[in-house]
């Protein structure tokens, strides 16, 4: 059976964002008052500045915590679990209505388009008196996706190799434990 390998790609801020604009399942980590993490799995989008946005309500952790700390990280993962994600690390701003209302309009075109009637999209933002959490991207690490790490994969094909020489394949397969992710 063949292995996944682990792969990392290093991106610059436009690798960056061309990988995140069409993912939108997140989890956003904040900081609490007593410094442990506090997370959150929200849905986001890239605005036309190239920041991260997310929608939410003011009474929220996150945003509390966003206001008291404005250190964020945000994972950014792929629609299917086992698919590439990267982690951001920035610095948040929440932004309260009437002000967040374009950045609300443009979170919006972000993640589905053109809304049918934006007037009805602006009233019901207002109604629900939502806010705007923009994060300037400060740092990333690679684009990953999770497998074994190669020198993993390598030793066990090795292993399997001098296996199928020295005895015959029963249909029971050999395991590491420890090294898939």
Known sequence: MARTVATEKIVD????????????QWILAT??????????????????????????????????????????TVCVMSDHFGGAWVQVDGSATVIDLPEAMEGLVDYFRSISGEHSDWD???????????????????????????????PV??????LDDERSV????DGSSMEIAGFAD
């Open 166 to 169: 020295d005895e015959p394949d």
């Open 31 to 72: 900081v609490r008052s007593d410094g442990r993490p506090q997370m959150s799995p929200v849905t986001g989008g890239v605005n036309s500045e190239g920041r991260l946005v997310v929608s939410t309500y003011p009474l929220r952790d996150k945003v509390r915590n966003i206001r008291r700390n404005p250190q964020v």
């Open 120 to 150: 009805e999209y602006r009233a019901a933002m207002e109604r629900q008196g939502k806010c705007l959490i923009v994060i300037e991207p400060e740092r990333w690490g690679p684009i990953a996706t999770g497998g074994f790490p190669a």
């Open 153 to 158: 994969v390598k030793l066990l094909d090795e």
């Open 13 to 24: 801020v436009e690798g960056l964002l061309d990988f995140v604009r069409p993912r939108h």
